[in-house]
Each structure stands twice: as C-alpha cells, then as structure tokens.
C-alpha cells in the first residue's frame, strides 16, 4: 500500500505559479512511476504528467507542456508539479498518482487531490 498526499494548492492570478506536492508512504517510493492528473468541475479526469522511478524520463499533456515540470525527490519521498503560466483552464482538482508503469494511463495509487483555482 502506498499512500499520497497532496499539498500546495490555492488560488492565483492568471499568469502566477504554484508548486504542488506529493508526499508518499508506505512501500518504496523508487518502485513506482508517479503522475498528475487533473478533474476540472463537470469534466472528465486528464491526464497532465507523468515522470518514471528514475526521473529520466517524462511526459506532458499538451494542454501544459513548456509551462508544467514534474519532478521527484527519491530521497525525501516527494514528487513535485511546478506550475507557471497559469491560466483559468488550469483549475481543477489536481491529484497525484503512482504506478507500476510509467505512462499516461492506469495508476494504482491515488491522492485525495488539491484544488487549484486560477482567477482571470
């Protein structure tokens, strides 16, 4: 069992930044690729990035690419999601994800989520 909690979400202006965080527990961190995913109200949960165990490799949805960085920190048990560039699209509920595979779909664990709201 691996359990994720998310942090760092809030209001800002479009345009502003956030930094979101992921602190897991429980089995070992490096065996699992983690992702972000995002649900905005009355949509369809998306997928937004996603980073392997090792950090080498990720991948972005188009929606954020060049303004989202994934991240992780093995030695803390952290995975990041520094947003800049925000835009109103941008708010959702943005959850945390870790998985056996790296990639945009199935992922075993989930985070309770973080809300971000960006005002125009």
């Known amino acids: 069992q691996v359990l994720l909690v998310e942090s760092g979400g809030g209001l800002v202006q479009a345009g502003g930044s956030l930094r979101l965080s992921c602190a897991a527990s429980?089995?070992?961190?490096?065996?699992?690729?983690m992702a972000w995913f995002r649900q905005a109200p009355g949509k369809e949960r998306e997928f937004v990035a996603t980073?392997?165990?090792?950090?080498?490799?990720?991948d972005y949805a188009d929606s954020v690419k060049g303004r989202f960085t994934i991240s992780r920190d093995n030695a803390n048990n952290t995975s990041y999601l520094q947003m800049n560039s925000l835009k109103p699209e941008d708010t959702a509920v943005y959850y945390c994800?870790?998985?056996?595979?790296?990639?945009?779909?199935?992922?075993?664990?989930w985070g309770q989520g973080t809300q971000v709201i960006v005002s125009s």
């Open positions: 994800a870790a998985g056996p595979q790296y990639g945009r779909g199935w992922y075993e664990y």
């Open positions: 980073i392997t165990w090792s950090g080498i490799w990720r």
């Open positions: 429980g089995r070992t961190f490096t065996n699992y690729a």
